[in-house]
């Protein structure tokens, strides 16, 4: 069935450095892939989508391109912040299950 | 209010009571979800209704209980729970269910419910 695997967290960064997140999935068809954020005590917020192979989500300093090639969906931002901080899941829809399949999430800090 | 709203934020109750989560999304969706997400654990789907009707229920014991009296309110009842029931219950919905399309879902903030 249709799957979506992160990388194991948390991650501890320090303010501007380089951020990455490993997410790889496993679909038939033709899935859309998300990456959601949830800060503290707070539920999630979508962070960005992307619905074809080869299209690049971006929001906030963020994104991330659907390879097919790789089957991969890997978060990336730059320079982050302290405000970055936050659980960061992996998503995918629409694939021949019609499911919607989460990752376990990825805990990032940034430190000052 | 926009977006998917959540009552209680908080919620504690004994393992005798009965309380009422409720959902309500105000972005025109047709799906709606229940899910449960507990430390340490990956996110957990409970309930889904599509249109109104109850599509999915993954194995969620009796003491819990939704409902969905149109596509814009969503009820989750509880009774009887069990300490091991504490968690965020989280409200989600999606312009609709299936169909093959990738629809994204909107969380609601959440129910952090405590069960003494």
């Known amino acids: 069935g249709d799957s979506v695997t992160q990388m194991e967290g948390p991650v501890t960064l320090s303010e501007e450095a380089f951020l990455t997140i490993n997410c790889t999935y496993t679909a038939t068809g033709y899935p859309s892939l998300f990456w959601y954020v949830q800060y503290p005590g707070e539920g999630l917020q979508l962070l960005l989508k992307a619905t074809k192979a080869d299209d690049k989500g971006s929001n906030k300093g963020f994104e991330a391109t659907y390879r097919k090639e790789t089957t991969s969906f890997h978060l990336e931002k730059g320079s982050v912040q302290v405000s970055d901080s936050a659980v960061y899941f992996c998503a995918l829809s629409g694939g021949t299950g019609n499911q919607f399949y989460f990752g376990t999430g990825t805990s990032l800090t940034v430190i000052p | 209010e926009t977006g998917v709203t959540q009552t209680p934020r908080h919620l504690v109750m004994g393992m005798t009571n009965k309380k009422s989560l409720k959902c309500e999304q105000h972005?025109?969706?047709?799906?709606m979800y229940w899910y449960k997400q507990s430390a340490k654990k990956p996110l957990e789907l409970m309930f889904v209704y599509n249109f109104k009707e109850q599509t999915e229920n993954n194995s969620v014991p009796s003491r819990f209980s939704p409902e969905c009296p149109n596509s814009s309110h969503l009820f989750l009842h509880l009774h009887t729970l069990q300490p091991e029931d504490s968690a965020l219950y989280l409200c989600?919905?999606?312009?609709?269910?299936?169909?093959?399309?990738?629809?994204?879902?909107?969380f609601g903030p959440g129910t952090r419910l405590t069960v003494t």
């Open positions: 989600a919905s999606s312009q609709a269910r299936g169909t093959g399309k990738g629809y994204e879902q909107y």
């Open positions: 972005l025109g969706h047709n799906a």
